[in-house]
């Protein structure tokens, strides 16, 4: 429906949006590496690029709307009004003819960024900076939000400007969904979540005593402990605590097995860097959901691939995580996106990790096995009956 809503939107802006149907057309598809749905791709001039605004028919609008626009607009003392307020977050650069360094920085930021949902525009008009009650060289990031606008002198690099766009550009407080967590990700900061249960529209606060900070890039979650109150002062004593380093992280684990004798081994999150840093054994670990078909329909070619693997469990071990109950410990150099998750932790000094891709068969287990373990070992390739089920989707 958003889709729908955003396509009517742009229609008088003479901006299409299209679809395809890829069961119908899988070549179309295949020839642009359509893997889930739904993806968006934008064209420009026939050329493909990766949609990667929000899923909202405003983003979505929004997002087009500035593909047909230059990197930077031209801001004068006349559209400066106009502007400013056209967008959710516009970012404009006040310049002087002694700011060109200046200048050809925002120039580069804004090309950058010219995928996201940012309108930048720039002005050497002294006029103008009059007009904003700006002392130019500057760089000011108006929003629809929160303070109205905020304001960058100079010195900055392309990196502290950036930090200053991506920390300024999202509201403080906001409800989270799939449609703006990644933007408060990109942010680069903690992210403080306090979860509620809405029942006839009122306030259960008793059933969710819920609130945490989480580190994104890190994968790390500080819970607030649950059997004190959700008051301002705790919360505020909390997040000093957090912000001072004196809050350990939580780590969600499964109870490591008593028993962990079957072909595939039980990974969980209390176990991990004992198992897969092992520098004596090769690790290929399947990270999966238990809801999740794909994983489902690996796990008979996979427990074939631990059986053949058993008697070198001393050298190579075929082990799986449940993702959704056990989580990655703080530091481990990836995030798990999707189930199934394959990756192989090499034996060896430098604990190497190798993302598999391949068709999900037993044959192209055995080869990957083969090209990338570290330990080399020869295995009986008979194929079971389920591989020809599981190629690669």
Same mark, same amino acid.
């Given at each position: ?34 893997? %889930? ?16 605004? %929000? ?23 006349? #559209? ?15 310049? =002087? ?16 960024? &010219?995928?996201?949902?940012?309108? @930048? %525009?720039?002005? %050497? ?22 303070? &109205? ?13 950036? =930090?200053?766009?991506? =920390?300024?550009?999202? $509201? ?10 990644? =933007? ?6 903690? !992210? ?7 029942? #006839?529209?009122?306030?259960? !606060? ?6 945490? *900070? ?23 004593? @909390?997040? &000093? ?7 350990? $992280?939580? *780590?969600?684990?499964?109870? *490591? ?32 959901? $238990? ?61 190497? *990790? ?5 068709? &999900?068969?037993?044959?192209? @287990?055995?080869? @990957? !096995? ?9 295995? #009986?390739?008979?194929? $079971? ?9």
């Amino acid at each position: 429906p958003e889709y729908e809503k955003a396509a009517t939107a742009l229609k008088k802006h003479k901006i299409k949006l299209a679809k395809v149907d890829c069961t119908a057309e899988t070549e179309l598809c295949q020839e642009y590496e359509v893997t %889930g749905y739904p993806t968006l791709k934008v064209f420009r001039d026939g050329n493909a690029t990766d949609y990667t605004g %929000g899923r909202k028919e405003d983003s979505i609008v929004s997002y087009m709307k500035k593909q047909t626009l230059p990197a930077v607009s031209d801001v004068t003392v006349e #559209n400066l009004d106009t502007f400013k307020d056209s967008e959710n977050v516009v970012i404009i650069g006040f310049f =002087t003819a002694d700011s060109q360094e200046e200048y050809n920085t925002f120039t580069k930021v804004a090309e950058s960024n &010219r995928d996201s949902d940012f309108v @930048f %525009g720039a002005t %050497g008009q002294q006029e103008a900076a009059a007009k904003a009650d700006i002392k130019a060289p500057a760089v000011v990031l108006y929003k629809q939000f929160d303070e &109205r606008n905020v304001t960058l002198y100079p010195p900055f690099d392309e990196e502290a400007l950036s =930090t200053f766009i991506k =920390t300024n550009s999202i $509201p403080l407080l906001a409800e989270i969904g799939p449609e703006n967590y990644a =933007t408060y990700v990109d942010s680069g900061l903690p !992210l403080a979540f306090y979860s509620m249960k809405m029942k #006839n529209n009122e306030l259960l !606060l008793e059933e969710w005593p819920a609130f945490g *900070i989480q580190q994104p890039e890190e994968g790390s979650k500080y819970p607030h402990d649950q059997s004190k109150e959700i008051t301002t002062e705790n919360i505020q004593v @909390f997040v &000093r605590k957090f912000l001072k380093g004196e809050i350990p $992280p939580s *780590i969600k684990s499964e109870s *490591i097995p008593e028993k962990n004798d079957d072909p595939v081994y039980v990974l969980v999150a209390d176990s991990f860097e004992d198992v897969v840093y092992d520098k004596n054994k090769d690790i290929l670990v399947e990270f999966y959901a $238990p809801w999740c078909g794909h994983c489902k329909k690996l796990a008979p070619i996979y427990e074939k691939l631990g059986e053949t693997y058993q008697e070198f469990k001393d050298k190579i071990v075929i082990a799986k995580m449940d993702a959704t109950l056990n989580d990655l410990p703080a530091g481990v150099p990836f995030k798990i996106s999707g189930f199934p998750t394959i990756k192989l932790f090499k034996a060896g000094e430098n604990n190497d *990790i190798v993302d598999y891709q391949g068709d &999900r068969t037993f044959e192209s @287990f055995i080869k @990957f !096995l083969d090209a990338n373990a570290f330990n080399k070992v020869e295995v #009986n390739v008979t194929s $079971p009956s389920a591989s020809s089920d599981a190629a690669s989707e």
